[in-house]
């Protein structure tokens, strides 16, 4: 949106030598020489007009060309690309509600080496080791390294304790037309099947290694890219490729490996209007009892026009998966179409749209949401193409298709320092995931989809000895979500951000849209006390869900249904800088002390206080 321009400053530095001989015509009428006491008659002066003649001032001295300001050059209007597609996103599920950060993780990298140390209840050491380059026109790097573990946790001690180890490191090199970055990074959970029931199971006692070791699980992961990227906005192309790898891999030999890449391009045809395309690639290969090879491409092409007050995209997404399970859907095409226009200037925008696309799901990314999904002993079956003989894989993964997203929504600024959004979405999607306990025991998760009310997972259709029967199919699941942010942000010392969801959820094979909520909301903020105090309040709060209980079943020969608990989760961080490099912290986490289930049979630990120092080089 455009605001009128002000006058040059060359403009105004061309009147100055005019204003400056106007004021000195005055004054030297009073300084005339040769006259003293009180005769203050004017001498006779002869006035002579030369139409040759020109007014030519002195040559500027040194001191003043140095202050010289020169002319402005010609000012392009930069075209700024996007390639953010405009589907709804998901939100994540997570397990337990997010700690608050110890340092201030959407802030930008300090340069420099820092260092972090402490140590909390649970037997919780924690620690970070990081450095990064100064501001630079050239180059930028950095490394980053941490550690948090808790020794018990809030089942039997020991057995339900866990730790988190992550580092990484990026660099990216710029020149004048191109940008070429790499990164590289590892992390592994660690955590325990402490999800038994101890009236009954042999797992609750103590003092045994061997059991220790049996519910043992951590999850490694690796990643590594490269990318190449357009630095020279001015020009009518951008590009922005890459390519990388992900792995995964489990106590009990189950690996993944994804070979991805993804293309992004721009083509402005003037200030206002463009083409864009984007283009996401992946084969990836899982192996437990089998190995099965999963392909993944999706593209959208699309025309874009930015106005001064209304903005259009109009497009369309091609997309194909290899994934057969629940006799998936392998080709599909969706609308990528949204609207805005802006009502108010800077104030307040309304907008809508409609789109879909397939969503990658991987081990790598869903063992993120849930640790506890395993398939060391399966229970689901898949049909490979054999000649029709069922095997068994370990956890059904396949691509959630988003057959359609209706949504449309505002964004209104009521005042500089604050945002307000507000959307309603309309979903339909297919095998959409839902977590549940395996029927056979309490301990390990696994994947159900909307095909039986009993959470099984899907067989094949007619009975047995028909020739033509095939995979059964899932039912299509929608859902309607109503989203609301509000954002303040007062010259970086007070911050807050408050995020709401309410969702419903319909599926006609579904008893319950298992362990996913009918409303979460998140409130994180950070506030300046005094100059060298920050504190830094977050509070989670998430419906309660459903899941499956373990057999047997109930009277209608269905697993029983039971309720998680709703979360009420309170975090709280204070950062005081004793010294420009030296500072000191405190963090305290779910401080109502609320043993919460996120997932069933699986309750977190309760307040948690981690206190440390810092130091920064």
């Not at 970055?181 to 038994?196: D, I, L």
């Not at 420009?580 to 948690?608: E, K, S």
């Amino acid at each position: 949106m455009r605001t009128p321009s002000l006058p040059s400053v060359p403009s105004l530095v061309a009147v100055l030598p005019v204003v400056a001989v106007a004021l000195a015509v005055p004054t030297a009428a009073l300084a005339q020489p040769g006259r003293s006491g009180g005769d203050l008659r004017l001498e006779d002066t002869e006035i002579v007009i030369e139409k040759s003649r020109t007014n030519e001032l002195p040559p500027a001295s040194r001191n003043f060309e140095q202050l010289r300001i020169p002319p402005p050059p010609p000012v392009k209007k930069e075209v700024k690309y996007d390639f953010r597609d405009f589907r709804i996103p998901d939100r994540p599920l997570p397990v337990t509600p997010r700690p608050a950060p110890i340092r201030q993780e959407n802030a930008a990298p300090v340069p420099g080496v820092y260092v972090e140390g402490g140590y909390g209840n649970y037997g919780t050491p924690y620690g970070r080791l990081g450095a990064y380059t100064k501001p630079s026109t050239k180059f930028r790097a950095g490394v980053d390294a941490r550690h948090q573990s808790s020794g018990t946790g809030p089942v039997d001690g020991r057995l339900s304790g866990g730790g988190h180890t992550a580092a990484g490191a990026e660099v990216e090199l710029f020149g004048k037309a191109l940008a070429i970055g790499a990164r590289a990074g590892f992390e592994r959970n660690s955590t325990y099947f402490y999800g038994y029931d101890r009236a009954r199971s042999a797992w609750a006692e103590k003092g045994s290694t061997g059991r220790r070791d049996s519910l043992e699980q951590y999850h490694n992961r690796i990643n590594a890219e490269v990318m190449l990227r357009s630095t020279d906005v001015k020009r009518p192309v951008q590009t922005e490729i890459a390519a990388g790898v992900r792995t995964w891999q489990n106590r009990f030999d189950e690996k993944e490996m994804d070979v991805y890449g993804r293309l992004n391009l721009g083509f402005a045809l003037d200030e206002t209007n463009r083409f864009t395309a984007k283009a996401d690639f992946s084969n990836l290969t899982y192996t437990s009892y089998l190995e099965q090879t999963r392909t993944f491409g999706q593209t959208t092409l699309a025309y874009e026009h930015d106005g001064s007050r209304f903005d259009v995209q109009l497009g369309a997404t091609a997309g194909y998966t290899s994934d057969t399970l629940n006799d998936a859907k392998q080709f599909n095409v969706y609308p990528a179409v949204r609207v805005s226009t802006e009502v108010i200037e800077n104030r307040l925008v309304v907008f809508g749209g409609a789109g879909g696309g397939l969503e990658r799901t991987s081990m790598y990314n869903l063992t993120r949401e849930n640790p506890w999904l395993a398939g060391s002993v399966p229970e689901s079956q898949i049909v490979i193409p054999n000649g029709g003989i069922q095997q068994t894989l370990g956890v059904p993964v396949a691509d959630v298709n988003r057959l359609l997203s209706l949504y449309g929504g505002l964004s209104i600024s009521p005042a500089r320092a604050v945002r307000v959004l507000g959307r309603v979405s309309y979903n339909r999607f297919r095998n959409l995931y839902f977590y549940n306990p395996r029927g056979i025991d309490s301990l390990r998760y696994t994947l159900t989809y909307a095909v039986r009310p009993d959470g099984r997972p899907a067989g094949l259709t007619g009975n047995p000895g028909d020739p033509d029967r095939k995979p059964e199919q899932d039912q299509v699941v929608t859902n309607l979500n109503i989203h609301g942010e509000l954002t303040v942000d007062v010259s970086r010392k007070v911050q807050v951000a408050l995020k709401v969801d309410a969702d419903t959820w319909e599926a006609d094979s579904l008893r319950k849209a298992y362990h996913r909520p009918n409303f979460q909301a998140t409130l994180t903020s950070s506030f300046v006390v005094i100059e060298k105090l920050r504190i830094a309040p977050e509070v989670y709060v998430i419906g309660s869900s459903y899941g499956l209980g373990a057999f047997p079943t109930n009277a209608d020969g269905l697993r029983p249904m039971r309720e998680t608990d709703t979360v009420v989760d309170i975090n709280l961080c204070a950062d005081y800088q004793l010294t420009p490099q030296f500072r000191i912290f405190a963090l305290g986490q779910n401080l109502t002390g609320q043993n919460y289930q996120r997932f069933l049979n699986y309750p977190v630990r309760g307040i948690t206080v981690i206190g440390g120092l810092g130091y920064q080089f």
